[in-house]
């Protein structure tokens, strides 16, 4: 149960970090450029629940996000969908991650797992979104 407590801590250093150009220490672990890698945009994102690459989880309601099998097949829009929509007992990420953030993250997570297909473009995220409405803000 850490990755649970350790993602709100992530998310309030990540809104700081926005604010200040100055980051805090815990953002410069990330390589402390101004742009986050998508290994980053995940570890800030995704980790806390899904585990880092490539340490597995083992048990717990997570998937694993590596070595995952739907998303070899279906790539970054499934991951994208899923992260804007939420699935089961994951909660929607809509308010939380920009359309930058999903794509980086959706294609981090397409090539990692081989896909095929083509990358998502930060412009085709938009229409991914849930309706106006149906975001919730907080989890
Ligand atoms: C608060 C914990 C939590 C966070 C944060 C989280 N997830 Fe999840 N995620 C889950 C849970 C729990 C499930 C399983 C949902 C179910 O089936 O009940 C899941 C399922 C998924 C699935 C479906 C996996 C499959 O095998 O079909 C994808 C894809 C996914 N998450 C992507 C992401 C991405 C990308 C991020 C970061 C942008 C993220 N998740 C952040 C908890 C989380």
Known sequence: MKGVLILPILLVAA???GADPQAPAVL???GGAAEPSAAALY???CAGCHGQDPVPLSGGPYP???GNPQIAAAGAVYVAVKALHGTGNMYPLCAFASDAEIA???NYLA???AHQGA???VEAVAPLRPAAGDCPVSH
């Open 64 to 66: 694993a996000l590596f």
């Open 104 to 106: 980086a993250i959706a």
């Open 111 to 113: 090539a990692a797992n």
């Open 28 to 30: 410069e672990g990330f």
């Open 15 to 17: 809104a700081a970090a």
């Open 119 to 121: 990358p998502l473009s």
């Open 43 to 45: 570890a800030e994102f």
